[in-house]
């Protein structure tokens, strides 16, 4: 419903209702990964359950959506994600890119991971597990918070000043544990502190006791079109080596980024 004084856009008249619907389904799922009931659904966009499960059915139907164990709880699959990195060229960014990200891994033993940006975060779209005995692995399609992940502030340390700011006011700042920054001002200095080293950490500030260590990925223009990152144990990924891992993601980041014409125009 349009209040008093808003402006209708100039298409509102031409929008179709259900592919509206679908659409508000699809991002209510993008932000609970773990999924959502059919009543959860209806609650939250305020349309019948009816209408949420006709929705459901044709997503689920075309492949869009899938049942957890539960047969209760939807969440999206990776179809539509597919989608996504075709039409912006991720899928060029992991071809040109896997072989970078094992090289990574070889030499530095931990989880390797390529991602880009959406919106609100970043989602993880490879990976080459380490080769420890203990590693961490994440799932394809994994959602990335900005202010507490390193591909995150790797990527949003060098968008064009007003895209970075955008980004940054709808970033909520929630508090993971005690070593998460929690503080808009305190962010922006980081972000100061990424740009100037061209790598970022991740000092177990969305899992504690777990580091990462990222630099971003450029295309031709030189916009941070992706990242990549080691995860591993604050144990192995110690504090103190952090400025000394970074050069060396920065060295495999620059190689993608040469692959995908950066420096050359």
Not at 243 to 250: L, N, Q, R, S
């Amino acid at each position: 419903m349009v209040k008093v004084g808003e402006k209708k856009t100039n298409y509102e008249r031409y929008h179709v209702p259900n592919l509206k619907r679908g659409l508000e389904v699809f991002e209510m799922l993008a932000k609970n990964p773990d999924g959502m009931t059919l009543p959860e659904i209806s609650k939250t966009s305020g349309y019948s359950r009816s209408s949420i499960f006709r929705i459901l059915c044709t997503l689920e139907d075309c492949g869009y959506v899938v049942k957890k164990e539960d047969e209760r709880t939807f969440r999206m699959s990776r179809k539509l994600a597919a989608l996504g990195y075709a039409a912006f060229g991720e899928s060029n960014i992991v071809e040109k890119g896997m072989d970078i990200l094992r090289q990574m891994r070889d030499r530095l033993g931990e989880t390797s991971m390529l991602g880009t940006m959406l919106d609100e975060g970043c989602v993880m779209i490879e990976q080459a597990p380490g080769t420890y005995p203990f590693k961490f692995l994440g799932e394809i399609g994994m959602r990335i918070p900005f202010h507490a992940s390193a591909p995150g502030k790797a990527m949003l340390a060098f968008l064009p000043d007003s895209e970075a700011e955008r980004k940054i006011s709808k970033i909520k700042f929630h508090k993971y544990n005690s070593n998460t920054i929690v503080d808009k001002k305190t962010f922006i200095k980081e972000i100061g502190e990424v740009r100037k080293k061209g790598y970022a950490f991740d000092k177990g500030e969305e899992i504690d006791g777990v580091n990462c260590v990222g630099a971003p990925v450029f295309d031709a223009h030189g916009y941070p079109v992706a990242a990549i990152w080691i995860t591993g144990p604050r144990e192995r990924i110690k504090n103190e080596n952090l400025d000394d891992i970074g050069k060396i993601v920065k060295e495999f980041a620059d190689a993608i980024s040469g692959r995908l014409g950066y420096g050359l125009l």
